[in-house]
């Protein structure tokens, strides 16, 4: 008989957003070891509820105003005390019975924790980031919201049964901390079973993957890279995902961009992402060598490997980690213009089957660590220690 878990959490409900596909994936894994997953969300007002996206099904705590104070108001009060997301999460429960909680979030762990405590259901909690104030330039972020975070972390995450970590840097904290952790990054079905190969008669393609309100990545160095590398002949190209093309154009004239290779796409589906980068010949990733870079996992990073796709990357002692610079991607010393011509300029000196071996072995490196099967065995012993654990207590 199959078993039921409830994995919430404010935003993961989002359909093609990194938040929701990484969910999604992870509930491959539970299902995999007998569990069925029932997803909590919150939802846009007019959202069907609940919705069934794929094999899953989504519950969603509807918000009543979709634009205006209003709705700013809405967002602030559920963001403090979680009133009316914990009350969908109470009516699932009551329905459903879980045998397990699982939670990616933070305004209502408290309140899940006394439910899972008094009901004696295994409570695990997700952590896939970890920001600092410094990151943040709103008040309400900066002051509230990331204190509310710090505090999961340094207390209420340490009450819960489990964790389940998506970062060497994440996993290493909670161990330290005498918390039983599991580490699982990005999983993916890694089906690709080929690269589109690299041919030396065309441009090095080189394609960056974002969205419009992500402040941790930084492309633009790899923009002017590319306007000084083409100045004479189009060597590459740069295709870019998710940032609206308003955003660019307010520092550089589209038309020329365009005419040196580089083309802005805007927010797209999922699946035309993954055409894009799969046919491109490397990504590219540069962050801030700080907490946030070390303790997430971009999912993007995960998938452009897994569709063969090498990164490029710059050192930050986060998911650079798992690169052999030169051998499944390249990692560089730091982010800045110079740095990046450079590594580019090297890069052209390669022939087609140095640039083919480098994604051939990014593809075999993704197939090993990012396929979700290989996480199976790993999270069905680790929730079968804390069941255990948990008797042995009551």
């Known amino acids: 008989m199959m078993k039921n878990v409830i994995y919430i959490g404010e935003n993961i409900g989002t359909p093609d957003t990194a938040m929701f596909i990484h969910c999604q994936n992870v509930a491959r894994i539970f299902k995999d070891i007998g569990y069925n997953v029932l997803f909590v969300s919150i939802g846009e007002k007019g959202q069907d509820n609940p919705h069934i996206y794929g094999e899953n099904k989504y519950y969603y705590s509807i918000r009543r105003h979709s634009k205006g104070i209003s709705r700013k108001l809405e967002h602030i009060t559920e963001e403090l005390s979680g009133n009316q997301f914990y009350k969908v999460f109470l009516q699932v429960a009551e329905e459903n019975h879980p045998d397990l909680i699982l939670y ?41 919201v990331q204190r509310k975070v710090d ?109 040196y290779g580089i083309f802005v796409y805007g927010k797209i589906g999922n699946e035309q992402a993954r055409k894009i980068i799969h046919e491109s010949d ?44 030169g051998v499944n991607g390249i990692v560089i010393d730091s982010r800045d213009k110079e740095r990046i011509i450079n590594i580019l300029s090297e890069i052209l000196t390669y022939d087609e089957n140095h640039i083919n071996q480098i994604k051939n072995q990014a593809l075999d490196f993704a197939n090993s660590f990012f396929n979700y099967s290989g996480y199976v065995d790993k999270l069905r012993a680790f929730i079968a220690d804390i069941t255990s654990g948990m008797k042995s207590n009551g």
């Open 282 to 325: 490397f990504s590219v990733l540069f962050r801030d060598p700080k907490r946030y870079a070390k303790a997430g996992f971009s999912t993007k990073f995960a998938e452009s490997m897994v569709l063969g796709v090498p990164v490029i990357c710059n050192s930050v002692g986060g998911a650079d980690t798992v690169i052999t610079n």
């Open 151 to 259: 505090y999961s972390y340094s207390c209420l995450d340490l009450q819960a049964d489990g964790i389940i970590a998506i970062s060497d840097y994440l996993e290493k904290y909670f161990t330290s901390k005498q918390m039983k952790v599991v580490r699982i990054p990005p999983v993916f079905d890694t089906n690709t079973e080929m690269i589109t190969e690299y041919k030396a008669e065309n441009p090095i393609s080189i394609v960056y993957c974002g969205s419009a309100g992500n402040k941790k990545d930084y492309y633009m160095p790899v923009v002017d890279a590319l306007l000084f590398l083409n100045r004479e002949e189009l060597r590459y190209t740069l295709q870019i995902i998710g940032i609206p093309s308003d955003k660019i154009s307010s520092k550089y004239d589209m038309k020329v961009l365009q005419k």
């Open 104 to 144: 990616y979030g933070y305004s209502i762990e408290k309140k899940l924790l006394k439910y899972a405590h008094i009901k004696g259901v295994p409570f695990l909690v997700e952590r896939v980031d970890w920001f600092e104030q410094s990151d943040h330039n709103k008040f309400f972020y900066k002051y509230i």
